[in-house]
């Protein structure tokens, strides 16, 4: 097979070189502006890094205060009679007379209810019969006394006679022997009777105690107020029955109400400086514009382990009887304190990885991180025990961005700011 040579105007002509010129300059300038820009972001990042490094924050401070008088805390409590008595039937019978009821006011010794009860009278009756006929026996058992001792003198007459005889031959031995013997038996009878005497005088106390029981449980006839007080329940009415075994709903109730003991729970942190003659206020939220005082009585002495809390009572006087048993009362101490602490703001306070931190402003114009550890929190002003000692100067509200070791500016801080909560950082 053969070709036919080619024609020389049949062969295209070479592409030309501006397209490709173009193209170059539009890649260069695409580079070259991207360049610039990445030059730009540089150099902006560069800046803000430089502005960041040479800014000198203006910053509130405060000076941490020293505390070392007593520490005031307020503890939730209620208040409590200051004696409480339930009353019980000890006599058997039916309420025959009632005097009283809730809310009625008494006098130790006034009668609060009257008991009729027929049976212990008749028992007592018949007590007090078996006394007399007791006595009667002893008078006999005393007679019988004397009767042997008549016979015994007797006895000894006729023994020292016939002992005579029987020595000068008049009377017969025998006569002699039964004399002597007359005279041990009416000693021996003597002896028995003053021994029957002893047992009627013995049978005399029993049934004399006997008696003075059953005039005791009649004294319980009528129920009495054992102290000055209000009467709270009331469990019986006339005409029903009671019984004397202790068991059952009280007859009533009483509280006395002229002093009062306030409860409250002392917290750890507190009870060591609680002790006997401590002043306390109290307050109860309905009655705002008034402080009752009252003193610490007693406490526990050992801490509750559930709630590692002191049981604390204060005695509150009560004479107007304006406060009643159990109300919710406030109730603030001022507790000794055992060692100083320092005083900060809460806003000058932050929490973060590192802990509970302050930011220090020191003399030479930086700001130190601090840990420091708080053991009361009292809402706007916290209680450091740990990590200051007094007179520091601290930042209030550190930024988040504040570093340790960078310039500040101390900025005064002005009258009427007031305190805010914690940071969170």
């Given at each position: 097979m053969t070709h036919s040579p080619r024609d020389p105007s049949d062969v295209p002509p070479p592409p030309r070189a501006g397209p490709f010129v173009l193209v170059g300059l539009g890649i260069a300038g695409l580079l070259a502006w991207g360049g610039y820009g990445q030059w730009q972001q540089r150099a902006a990042a560069t800046e803000t890094q430089r502005r960041i490094d040479t800014h000198v924050p203006r910053l509130r401070t405060a000076t941490v205060d020293r505390a070392d008088k007593p520490m005031e805390i307020t503890l939730p409590g209620q208040t409590d009679a200051f004696a409480r008595a339930a009353l019980y039937a000890r006599a058997t019978g039916y309420i025959a007379e009632r005097r009283v009821d809730i809310g009625s006011r008494v006098r130790k010794g006034d009668i609060l209810l009257r008991i009729a009860a027929p049976d212990l009278d008749q028992q007592l009756a018949q007590a007090e019969a078996q006394v007399g006929q007791l006595e009667a026996q002893l008078l006999q058992a005393r007679a019988m006394v004397d009767q042997a001792k008549a016979n015994v003198g007797l006895a000894n007459v006729t023994n020292s006679r016939t002992s005579t005889l029987?020595?000068?031959?008049?009377?017969?031995?025998?006569?002699?022997?039964?004399?002597?013997?007359?005279?041990?038996?009416?000693?021996?009878?003597?002896?028995?009777?003053?021994?029957?005497?002893?047992?009627?005088?013995?049978?005399?106390?029993?049934?004399?105690?006997?008696?003075?029981?059953?005039?005791?449980?009649?004294?319980?006839?009528?129920?009495?107020?054992?102290?000055?007080?209000?009467?709270?329940?009331?469990?019986?009415?006339?005409?029903?029955?009671?019984?004397?075994?202790?068991?059952?709903?009280?007859?009533?109730?009483?509280?006395?109400?002229?002093?009062?003991?306030?409860?409250?729970?002392?917290?750890?942190?507190?009870?060591?400086?609680?002790?006997?003659?401590?002043?306390a206020a109290v307050r109860v939220p309905q009655m705002p514009n008034r402080v009752?005082?009252?003193?610490?009585?007693?406490?526990?002495?050992?801490?509750?382990?559930?709630?590692?809390?002191?049981?604390?009572?204060?005695?509150?006087?009560?004479?107007?009887?304006?406060?009643?048993?159990?109300?919710?009362?406030?109730?603030?101490?001022?507790?000794?304190?055992?060692?100083?602490?320092?005083v900060i703001p809460a806003e000058a306070m932050v929490f973060n990885q590192r802990g509970t931190q302050v930011a220090i402003a020191g003399d030479d114009g930086q700001a130190r991180w601090r840990n420091v550890h708080v053991q009361r929190d009292l809402g706007t002003v916290l209680e450091i025990d740990r990590g200051l000692e007094g007179g520091e100067q601290i930042v209030l509200s550190p930024p988040a961005d504040l570093r340790d070791g960078q310039r500040i500016e101390r900025q005064v801080p002005k009258t009427d700011d007031k305190p805010v909560t914690a940071a969170a950082r």
């Open positions: 029987a020595g000068q031959g008049w009377a017969s031995k025998q006569n002699a022997d039964n004399s002597q013997a007359s005279v041990l038996s009416q000693t021996a009878t003597l002896a028995s009777a003053q021994a029957g005497v002893k047992v009627a005088e013995a049978n005399i106390k029993a049934q004399t105690a006997t008696v003075d029981r059953l005039k005791a449980l009649t004294g319980f006839k009528d129920i009495v107020a054992p102290f000055d007080g209000v009467i709270t329940t009331r469990g019986v009415d006339v005409g029903d029955l009671v019984h004397a075994d202790g068991t059952g709903t009280a007859l009533l109730a009483m509280d006395r109400d002229d002093v009062l003991r306030v409860s409250v729970n002392v917290p750890q942190s507190a009870a060591g400086g609680i002790r006997e003659g401590l002043d009752f005082s009252g003193k610490v009585e007693r406490s526990s002495v050992a801490l509750l382990l559930s709630s590692r809390t002191l049981t604390t009572q204060v005695d509150v006087p009560n004479a107007d009887l304006t406060l009643r048993a159990g109300l919710y009362v406030s109730v603030t101490f001022k507790v000794p304190r055992t060692q100083s602490v320092a």
